[in-house]
């Protein structure tokens, strides 16, 4: 029966991730805001490449470099090493090592060389660059599968549009032009616990090139507040303030947006948060933010048990 679970998961899996749409999200970094190596969770990661002067038609022998930065845990801890992948190539693998519970390759006899993390029971960002040659043709997409919370969901990479032969650019979100970093302000919004539990994974956004090249965490610190007041859903506010310090990333649930009055204010009505990133510091420019939102067994079928993650819009006060 566990045999049975694990090929079965290790193939929806993978069919979600060669199902997406390859070639979504094109640049030379790529940014994939969340994976999870948790017991029984399959993360599995999904590149390809241009030709890069390759004639139309032909196969191409020429080896690039892929260099993978894994930040996880709650202090994002920096790990990476080099992979490799080719021109007009297709690398589809899990996130975990075989050894902690990944699958690997999910074409086993598949040449290129993929980085895994050797580390389970963890969550992060990933960033993944090309350093070999001049080109702005890698694409990327992360899908996710954990049955212990139900999630099931597909995403494109964040692309920085940046040449990252040029080492300055790996790495490097720090602006709109790449990547959009520059995001401060996020209405999020929470459905009664009745119905769902609500949290939040935020990404600091910066320019990464520096530590990446030494080796470093990523060190980036910001706050995000509620600006002193939520609203229920008829547009009742609620006063007081919340501050939260982050630094790198966070995971954030509703006590860190509202102190207890407010949290059992809203708790039968939904709430609107009017979240804002400040005192950015250690090159920090904005945040990225992803929604996880948990259906209560109450609720019945079909939601009941699932979990959906979505990334926030930024604005919206």
């Given at each position: 029966m566990k045999k049975t679970f694990q090929k079965t998961l290790i193939a929806a899996a993978a069919g979600v991730a060669l199902m997406s749409a390859v070639g979504t999200a094109s640049a030379n970094s790529l940014l994939f805001l969340y994976f999870t190596t948790a017991a029984g969770a399959q993360s599995v990661l999904s590149l390809s490449t241009g030709a890069n002067a390759v004639a139309n038609g032909d196969k191409s022998a020429t080896t690039e470099a892929l260099h993978y930065v894994y930040?996880?845990?709650?202090?994002c801890t920096h790990f990476d090493a080099t992979g490799s992948m080719t021109n007009n190539d297709l690398l589809t693998h899990s996130v975990a090592a075989v050894a902690q519970g990944g699958f690997g390759k999910a074409i086993a006899?598949?040449?290129?060389?993929?980085i895994y993390l050797p580390i389970k029971d963890t969550f992060g960002f990933l960033i993944v660059s090309t350093r070999s040659t001049v080109r702005t043709d890698l694409r990327g997409q992360m899908?996710?599968?954990?049955?212990?919370?139900?999630?099931?969901?597909?995403?494109?990479?964040?692309?920085?549009?940046?040449?990252?032969?040029?080492?300055a650019n790996e790495g490097n979100f720090s602006t709109v032009a790449l990547g959009g970093g520059t995001?401060?302000?996020?209405?999020?919004?929470?459905?009664?616990?009745t119905l769902t539990t609500t949290s939040w994974y935020a990404v600091l956004a910066g320019d990464m090139s520096a530590r990446i090249l030494g080796g470093l965490d990523w060190n980036a610190t910001s706050t995000v507040t509620n600006n002193g007041f939520?609203?229920?859903?008829?547009?009742?506010p609620v006063s007081g303030v919340k501050t939260k310090a982050i630094t790198c990333s966070s995971s954030l649930v509703q006590s860190d947006f509202m102190n207890a009055g407010q949290i059992n204010t809203v708790a039968s009505t939904g709430a609107l948060v009017k979240a804002t990133f400040g005192?950015?510091?250690n090159g920090a420019?904005?945040?990225?933010?992803?929604?996880?939102?948990?259906?209560?067994?109450?609720?019945?079928?079909?939601?009941?048990?699932?979990?959906?993650?979505?990334?926030?819009?930024?604005?919206?006060?």
């Open positions: 930040n996880y845990g709650s202090t006899s598949d040449t290129s060389t993929p899908a996710i599968v954990d049955p212990s919370t139900g999630l099931v969901v597909s995403y494109s990479a964040i692309d920085n549009a940046a040449d990252t032969n040029n080492q995001d401060t302000q996020f209405a999020l919004t929470a459905l009664p616990a939520i609203w229920d859903n008829d547009e009742n005192t950015l510091a420019t904005g945040a990225y933010v992803v929604k996880m939102q948990s259906v209560q067994a109450a609720v019945g079928a079909p939601f009941a048990g699932k979990q959906f993650l979505h990334r926030e819009m930024a604005g919206g006060f």
